[in-house]
């Protein structure tokens, strides 16, 4: 094989490969997703025993998430294959309007993170763990019993750690 038939058909194939990729990783966040709201949803049998094919909705989320890491990856990745296309059709071979867009793309995904996070306080609403910071003490790691009594407002154990 020589050099140039490789280059041609590395050309030829990289682009499928990646379509391929950034397809798989498009079913796999949206087939999670919709287990996750659909089959999982927030406080599904309290978070304790639901589980599909041995894991839980918090191991689905995380793996969601990863899913969604890659993808990103991988649309950037595309994006920087196709760099010619943009500049000659989106941008029209002026700068502005490629880094305009480029701008406005960052802002929009990172400006999420600058949204202010407030804690639920214990029995305002009907579920009112769901929407607490992970800084509250209900999320942090602990037996199945102490899991357990949170859900129950007045179980022994939890009379008697109050006392």
Not at 13 to 33: I, K
Not at 80 to 106: F, K
Not at 146 to 151: C, F, K, N, Q, S
């Amino acid at each position: 094989m020589t050099a140039s038939s490789f280059h041609a058909l590395r050309r030829h194939w990289t682009p499928r490969v990646l379509n391929l990729l950034l397809w798989l990783a498009f079913c796999l966040m949206t087939g999670t997703g919709l287990l996750l709201s659909l089959r999982l949803p927030p406080g599904s049998r309290g978070g304790h025993g639901a589980q599909v094919l041995g894991m839980s909705r918090h191991e689905w989320g995380d793996l969601h998430t990863w899913i969604s890491y890659g993808f990103m990856a991988l649309i950037l990745l595309h994006l920087m294959m196709h760099r010619l296309w943009l500049w000659q059709m989106a941008a029209r071979r002026r700068l502005w309007p490629l880094l305009l867009g480029l701008l406005a793309g960052l802002i929009l995904s990172l400006s999420l993170l600058l949204l202010p996070v407030k804690e639920k306080k214990q029995g305002a609403g009907r579920s009112s763990r769901s929407h607490e910071s992970p800084s509250s003490s209900l999320h942090q790691r602990s037996g199945p019993q102490e899991r357990i009594a949170r859900h129950q407002p007045y179980h022994p154990s939890r009379i008697a750690a109050m006392a």
